[in-house]
DNA sequence: TTCCTTGCAAAACTTTTGCATTAAA
DNA sequence: TTTAATGCAAAAGTTTTGCAAGGAA
């Protein structure tokens, strides 16, 4: 779906295609975010962005990143009580999460089937599935 | 396994079986998480253990979860990213997250099974699985 | 005493917000 | 000119830390 496409011009499409209006900084933002198939955090982003081109400023890399994360561009992901991660890839998977490394690693959806899943309360249904495989070093 | 047994002996015993020292302020915490069967936060704690009984401070709530978390007496949860929750069931099991009210609730082992889940990376083993199912309001 | 625990305040860290400035249409 | 976006600094919220004081053995 669309990837590979990370010149300005494109990613301006992208984020009209979203409903955001694409400024300068809003696609440098994008394309650190999607030209790299990473799971990056405020702070890294903030630290790519300005290091490439001029300067952006905290407030609009988290004003942008919220913003993303609103219109479906990009998830937000919960992974450690630290710091938010956020996800370049909004299709269904999961991930793994190494303990000792604090890396992130996704998991495709073919490789988890679930054979039973509980039905939600009345008044509810499934939004979403977060799964998190936690892994330690193997000794 | 042990459920049921809140008073401060019985705490205490749980506490010297985790290695823990059982002093006055951890009984109380161990009290208000393991009495309700709810995920509670690091300030929800605080306010229930100074209702109760005498001051706690908020650096010892914050050092006890953290002393319980490290001896396996309570897992914390990363749900969302705005606050850490603390869980008095340690064992295994999964939570729906109501994303309206922000309700965890937890979904037992045998509601949920897994068909295939992924083979973890070399030099790596699975050390835990967390599942949050988001819930929304139905239409 | 000695060791462990607590409390307080301050610090650290992540994220949000208010507001003046800038850029864009 | 009118609106939207940005940058800066301050504020807010959560969690950690340093250190002096307190308590138990």
Not at 3 to 29: F, M, V
């Amino acid at each position: 779906m669309s990837q590979g496409h990370y010149s300005k011009d494109d990613l301006a499409d992208r984020l009209r295609a979203c409903g955001i209006n694409p400024t300068r900084q809003r696609i440098e933002i994008a394309h650190a975010l999607f030209s790299r198939g990473e799971h990056l955090s405020a702070d890294q982003l903030l630290a790519i962005v300005n290091d490439r081109h001029s300067e952006t400023s905290k407030a609009t890399v988290y004003n942008t990143l919220n913003l993303f994360a609103d219109h479906g561009l990009i998830r937000q992901l919960s992974v450690d009580g630290s710091r938010a991660w956020f996800d370049s890839n909004v299709g269904p998977h999961f991930h793994f999460h190494d303990l000792s490394s604090g890396a992130l690693i996704d998991v495709p959806v073919p490789d988890v089937e679930f054979a039973r899943l509980p039905v939600p309360p009345p008044g509810t249904e499934v939004a979403g599935i977060d799964l998190v495989i936690r892994l330690r070093k193997k000794l």
